[in-house]
């Protein structure tokens, strides 16, 4: 039991669905722009449910076996397992989805037709999604593509050898399929006009990518073999590829500049080189295809910078220099400066800058407002996606500047909604999909989880690829690898509440399995449903595991209290509890009195409850032990009040507590020492003005009764009860107590702050014992040893269990014990006549 308040000051319902991070969107998730649902993807792969796990990677990503091969793997980079060893292959069991079935995604229909009709200007990433989401909420459109063919950069830039045209051609036809109008060979600012497209369209999107190589801007750029990467891309992806010398040099460090290293070596260079300015981990390409450049014998230059193509009608080397990182600049990339007096020669043939590209704007007219030779990208509303221009939008590598193909879809998908709401003349929807990655409050725990390697992805023997030279490199896993690779997902959720909750386990039902759905079905059930907030243990151990330290037990403990102001609560197998308390604070079984030997309290001994029922010898020595090491100690036999704030009667239980403060104070004792850990808590709440200690701490402090049992050398587990989950100085206590007696301790895994309940807290057997059961298994799951407890009705569940159990104070005071650790417990009536005649004994003194 954690620390109660007096009144409810908090609105735990709200602050749980505000503040618990179990619906946080995993990191594979949150870090994909196109917000595909990898987590649930994984977990139905992991089933073997294949054609469910393509249905929802197709809710988001019409082009997956596209995005199987190119994407940038943002997931990948977000994926919790690469903390761990390596991330899971989300873009390679993308890509073995679609392979499964190919044609499932051609099967989509467009929505319902509507009057507007929409241009998108541009075929590739970003025109197609936006074609696909129009049509989808049945806008007629027009796609205008200045190529022969749809695909914009995926078909002109990326080679074969990563995406097979057959793969490219079978997707992007989709478009087609889903009632596209397709024109191809029509290039904005040549064959039509952005005027006409807003006179003939209601709205016009724009996608028309980066096409526009930079230059080196260094000496000797202008001789013939020097080649723009995009311009030599697009030869090798063509029917003509380019000549290339015999050496080769690809400045850059992006995928394009792999891209064009790779090509070149299997257009029959013999030495590729890549020079790039700034480290390994700074470059922006792709690491799997950096390692595939490597293993076909591209060698990498880093902190390489070019200074002059050398050559006389032709290329003949390159002057270079080596750099170093310089502070970084408002990108948080890291400068590169030229080291003095660190130039050098590479001999080479060919010369291919890859140094990134840029929009050609050439398509606009004039009269605008602002200088299109001067821009580098096009203006756009970062939400809306609304440029200058009225009824004109626009996305991708336009907007952005080069990024990458699954940034570009995100915008094609924002580009789509936001001209649908533009035509609605509504707002935006709140809930818009991404732009890019993300941030995720979500936090996994991995402690404790096996590693696993990664599958490693069959591709070609490197002796095939030359003779091969638009061939696929990469197979696609096997069902076998695909499976085994799935089996590597952590299913990324932060439920440690539920995990650790036999209660929660009951009535959570739906993944992701968080607090938040008990809050839900309490608003809804609580109140007619009463049994639902008396199945909770109240023990704090959703709070303990929580790192958000939220607490679902307050919020049950509300609804008891709501309860019971209807009057609908406590429940009728309620009734001997309160029965218990009712004749727990009665005259009969109640005593306050001084020390009998001074007449004086400076301090009192509270046992509490159940410790005189099940253990009135033990309360008898430890009260004789600290007369002997406290004089002036009184005795207090009376109940906290705890029973009736577990049932929601704060009304009793404050009149309880005021009484035993009354006593206390009548007494004029300065402190109370409780055996009780949850007397400890309830009176430390209720009733501040009392200075409290536990008994263990004031036997810490003064040391082991004289006559401690010599039977030492045993080995224990310590259970800790709720009550004191969060006083640390009780745990220690009780730990150098048994370890001061001469025996040995294992801690069970859940221990201390993290202790599991006994299976008595909430006063959950009174209602629904099979549930108490459940989680006094659960606890007892962890004990390989016999265990040591400080609360009397821990051990008896323990050893109705059929556990062996010992209160603590039997190896102090009882020399039996080791006869006594499976002795069951005295029942409800001989407890009460132990309490009777505990009074009467201590009334004798």
Same mark, same amino acid.
């Given at each position: 039991?954690?620390?109660?308040?007096?009144?409810?000051?908090?609105?735990?319902?709200?602050?749980?669905?505000?503040?618990?991070?179990?619906?946080?969107?995993?990191?594979?998730?949150?870090?994909?722009?196109?917000?595909?649902?990898?987590?649930?993807?994984?977990?139905?792969?992991?089933?073997?449910?294949?054609?469910?796990?393509?249905?929802?990677?197709?809710?988001?990503?019409?082009?997956?076996?596209?995005?199987?091969?190119?994407?940038?793997?943002?997931?990948?980079?977000?994926?919790?397992?690469?903390?761990?060893?390596?991330?899971?292959?989300?873009?390679?069991?993308?890509?073995?989805?679609?392979?499964?079935?190919?044609?499932?995604?051609?099967?989509?229909?467009?929505?319902?037709?509507?009057?507007?009709?929409?241009?998108?200007?541009?075929?590739?990433?970003?025109?197609?999604?936006?074609?696909?989401?129009?049509?989808?909420?049945?806008?007629?459109?027009?796609?205008?593509?200045?190529?022969?063919?749809?695909?914009?950069?995926?078909?002109?830039?990326?080679?074969?050898?990563?995406?097979?045209?057959?793969?490219?051609?079978?997707?992007?036809?989709?478009?087609?399929?889903?009632?596209?109008?397709?024109?191809?060979?029509?290039?904005?600012?040549?064959?039509?006009?952005?005027?006409?497209?807003?006179?003939?369209?209601?709205?016009?999107?724009?996608?028309?990518?980066?096409?526009?190589?930079?230059?080196?801007?260094?000496?000797?750029?202008?001789?013939?073999?020097?080649?723009?990467?995009?311009?030599?891309?697009?030869?090798?992806?063509?029917?003509?590829?380019?000549?290339?010398?015999?050496?080769?040099?690809?400045?850059?460090?992006?995928?394009?500049?792999?891209?064009?290293?790779?090509?070149?070596?299997?257009?029959?260079?013999?030495?590729?080189?890549?020079?790039?300015?700034?480290?390994?981990?700074?470059?922006?390409?792709?690491?799997?295809?950096?390692?595939?450049?490597?293993?076909?014998?591209?060698?990498?230059?880093?902190?390489?910078?070019?200074?002059?193509?050398?050559?006389?009608?032709?290329?003949?080397?390159?002057?270079?220099?080596?750099?170093?990182?310089?502070?970084?600049?408002?990108?948080?990339?890291?400068?590169?400066?030229?080291?003095?007096?660190?130039?050098?020669?590479?001999?080479?043939?060919?010369?291919?800058?890859?140094?990134?590209?840029?929009?050609?704007?050439?398509?606009?007219?004039?009269?605008?407002?602002?200088?299109?030779?001067?821009?580098?990208?096009?203006?756009?509303?970062?939400?809306?996606?609304?440029?200058?221009?009225?009824?004109?939008?626009?996305?991708?590598?336009?907007?952005?500047?080069?990024?990458?193909?699954?940034?570009?879809?995100?915008?094609?998908?924002?580009?789509?909604?936001?001209?649908?709401?533009?035509?609605?003349?509504?707002?935006?929807?709140?809930?818009?999909?991404?732009?890019?990655?993300?941030?995720?409050?979500?936090?996994?725990?991995?402690?404790?989880?096996?590693?696993?390697?990664?599958?490693?992805?069959?591709?070609?023997?490197?002796?095939?690829?030359?003779?091969?030279?638009?061939?696929?490199?990469?197979?696609?896993?096997?069902?076998?690898?695909?499976?085994?690779?799935?089996?590597?997902?952590?299913?990324?959720?932060? &439920?440690?509440?539920?995990?650790?909750?036999?209660?929660?386990?009951?009535?959570?039902?739906?993944?992701?399995?968080?607090?938040?759905?008990?809050?839900?079905?309490?608003? &809804?059930?609580?109140?007619?449903?009463?049994?639902?907030?008396?199945?909770?243990?109240?023990?704090?151990?959703?709070?303990?595991?929580?790192?958000?330290?939220?607490?679902?037990?307050?919020?049950?403990?509300?609804?008891?209290?709501?309860?019971?102001?209807?009057?609908?609560?406590?429940?009728?197998?309620?009734?001997?509890?309160?029965?218990?308390?009712?004749?727990?604070?009665?005259?009969?079984?109640?005593?306050?009195?001084?020390?009998?030997?001074?007449?004086?309290?400076?301090?009192?001994?509270?046992?509490?409850?159940?410790?005189?029922?099940?253990?009135?010898?033990?309360?008898?020595?430890?009260?004789?032990?600290?007369?002997?090491?406290?004089?002036?100690?009184?005795?207090?036999?009376?109940?906290?009040?705890?029973? &009736?704030?577990?049932?929601?009667?704060?009304?009793?239980?404050?009149?309880?507590?005021?009484?035993?403060?009354?006593?206390?104070?009548?007494?004029?004792?300065?402190?109370?020492?409780?055996?009780?850990?949850?007397?400890?808590?309830?009176?430390?709440?209720?009733?501040?003005?009392?200075?409290?200690?536990?008994?263990?701490?004031?036997?810490?402090?003064?040391?082991?009764?004289?006559?401690?049992?010599?039977?030492?050398?045993?080995?224990?587990?310590?259970?800790?009860?709720?009550?004191?989950?969060?006083?640390?100085?009780?745990?220690?206590?009780?730990?150098?107590?048994?370890?001061?007696?001469?025996?040995?301790?294992?801690?069970?895994?859940?221990?201390?702050?993290?202790?599991?309940?006994?299976?008595?807290?909430?006063?959950?057997?009174?209602?629904?014992?099979?549930?108490?059961?459940?989680?006094?298994?659960?606890?007892?799951?962890?004990?390989?040893?016999?265990?040591?407890?400080?609360?009397?009705?821990?051990?008896?569940?323990?050893?109705?269990?059929?556990?062996? &159990?010992?209160?603590?104070?039997?190896?102090?005071?009882?020399?039996?014990?080791?006869?006594?650790?499976?002795?069951?417990?005295?029942?409800?009536?001989?407890?009460?006549?132990?309490?009777?005649?505990?009074?009467?004994?201590?009334?004798?003194?």
């Amino acid at each position: 039991m954690s620390d109660v308040k007096p009144a409810t000051t908090i609105n735990w319902a709200e602050r749980i669905l505000s503040q618990c991070i179990g619906e946080e969107l995993p990191p594979c998730q949150a870090a994909c722009p196109l917000d595909i649902r990898v987590r649930e993807k994984l977990r139905l792969l992991q089933a073997g449910k294949m054609a469910e796990a393509l249905e929802v990677l197709l809710e988001r990503c019409p082009f997956p076996g596209i995005l199987g091969r190119i994407c940038s793997r943002p997931c990948e980079s977000a994926c919790t397992r690469g903390q761990m060893e390596a991330p899971i292959a989300i873009a390679g069991l993308k890509r073995y989805l679609a392979d499964l079935d190919p044609a499932a995604m051609l099967g989509v229909a467009p929505g319902p037709d509507r009057p507007e009709q929409v241009a998108v200007v541009g075929g590739g990433p970003a025109g197609l999604m936006a074609a696909y989401e129009l049509r989808k909420l049945g806008y007629p459109v027009t796609l205008f593509e200045a190529a022969d063919a749809l695909g914009g950069a995926l078909r002109l830039y990326l080679p074969a050898f990563r995406l097979p045209r057959e793969v490219l051609d079978r997707e992007v036809g989709l478009i087609a399929k889903m009632g596209t109008e397709v024109r191809l060979r029509s290039r904005l600012g040549r064959d039509i006009h952005l005027e006409d497209l807003r006179r003939d369209f209601a709205a016009v999107f724009l996608a028309l990518g980066a096409h526009k190589a930079l230059s080196l801007q260094i000496p000797g750029e202008d001789l013939p073999q020097v080649l723009p990467v995009l311009d030599f891309l697009r030869s090798a992806n063509g029917d003509r590829p380019p000549a290339v010398g015999p050496r080769v040099a690809v400045i850059g460090g992006g995928n394009a500049a792999v891209d064009a290293a790779r090509a070149a070596w299997r257009r029959g260079a013999k030495e590729v080189h890549l020079l790039y300015r700034r480290t390994p981990e700074l470059m922006p390409a792709l690491p799997g295809e950096v390692a595939e450049a490597q293993v076909e014998g591209v060698r990498f230059h880093f902190l390489t910078m070019p200074v002059r193509i050398l050559g006389e009608g032709r290329v003949q080397g390159l002057l270079l220099q080596k750099t170093t990182l310089g502070e970084p600049d408002a990108h948080g990339r890291h400068c590169p400066l030229p080291v003095p007096e660190s130039q050098f020669t590479l001999e080479v043939d060919t010369v291919i800058p890859a140094l990134g590209q840029t929009a050609d704007f050439g398509f606009f007219g004039p009269g605008l407002a602002f200088d299109t030779a001067t821009i580098h990208r096009l203006e756009a509303d970062p939400v809306t996606l609304h440029t200058q221009i009225p009824g004109v939008f626009a996305g991708g590598d336009l907007v952005t500047g080069p990024r990458t193909a699954v940034e570009a879809m995100a915008a094609g998908r924002r580009g789509a909604l936001a001209i649908h709401s533009f035509l609605e003349k509504e707002p935006l929807p709140a809930d818009l999909p991404p732009l890019t990655s993300r941030s995720t409050g979500l936090i996994v725990d991995t402690t404790g989880v096996p590693t696993a390697a990664r599958q490693a992805m069959p591709d070609m023997p490197l002796s095939q690829r030359a003779a091969n030279p638009l061939a696929e490199v990469e197979l696609g896993f096997s069902p076998d690898g695909a499976r085994a690779e799935a089996a590597r997902c952590l299913t990324c959720v932060c &439920s440690r509440c539920v995990q650790n909750c036999t209660f929660l386990q009951r009535y959570v039902r739906h993944f992701p399995y968080t607090e938040k759905e008990i809050v839900r079905l309490l608003k &809804s059930q609580g109140e007619k449903e009463p049994l639902l907030p008396y199945s909770c243990h109240y023990c704090g151990l959703c709070q303990a595991v929580c790192p958000r330290d939220l607490h679902a037990g307050h919020l049950c403990l509300d609804y008891r209290r709501r309860l019971v102001a209807r009057g609908k609560g406590p429940l009728p197998p309620h009734k001997g509890v309160q029965d218990y308390v009712k004749w727990g604070t009665h005259p009969v079984f109640t005593l306050s009195r001084p020390d009998p030997a001074t007449g004086k309290a400076q301090r009192v001994f509270s046992p509490g409850c159940s410790l005189p029922g099940y253990f009135p010898r033990l309360v008898r020595d430890a009260y004789q032990y600290l007369r002997e090491r406290l004089p002036h100690t009184g005795i207090m036999l009376n109940c906290c009040g705890a029973p &009736s704030l577990m049932l929601g009667e704060e009304e009793v239980q404050e009149r309880v507590a005021a009484r035993v403060a009354a006593e206390y104070q009548k007494l004029g004792a300065q402190e109370l020492i409780a055996a009780c850990t949850h007397c400890l808590n309830t009176l430390n709440t209720y009733c501040p003005e009392i200075k409290t200690r536990s008994l263990y701490e004031v036997m810490q402090e003064h040391g082991l009764p004289a006559a401690v049992p010599q039977k030492a050398g045993s080995v224990f587990q310590v259970h800790d009860p709720c009550g004191a989950r969060q006083t640390p100085v009780v745990q220690d206590a009780v730990r150098s107590l048994v370890t001061a007696a001469g025996h040995r301790l294992e801690e069970m895994p859940h221990n201390r702050e993290t202790t599991i309940c006994c299976g008595a807290g909430g006063l959950v057997p009174a209602v629904d014992n099979p549930l108490a059961k459940k989680m006094t298994a659960f606890r007892l799951s962890e004990a390989t040893q016999d265990l040591i407890v400080y609360c009397a009705t821990c051990r008896a569940k323990f050893v109705n269990a059929g556990h062996h &159990s010992l209160h603590v104070l039997e190896l102090f005071f009882n020399p039996r014990w080791p006869q006594t650790k499976a002795a069951p417990p005295a029942s409800p009536s001989k407890r009460w006549w132990s309490r009777w005649r505990l009074k009467r004994y201590f009334q004798s003194l």
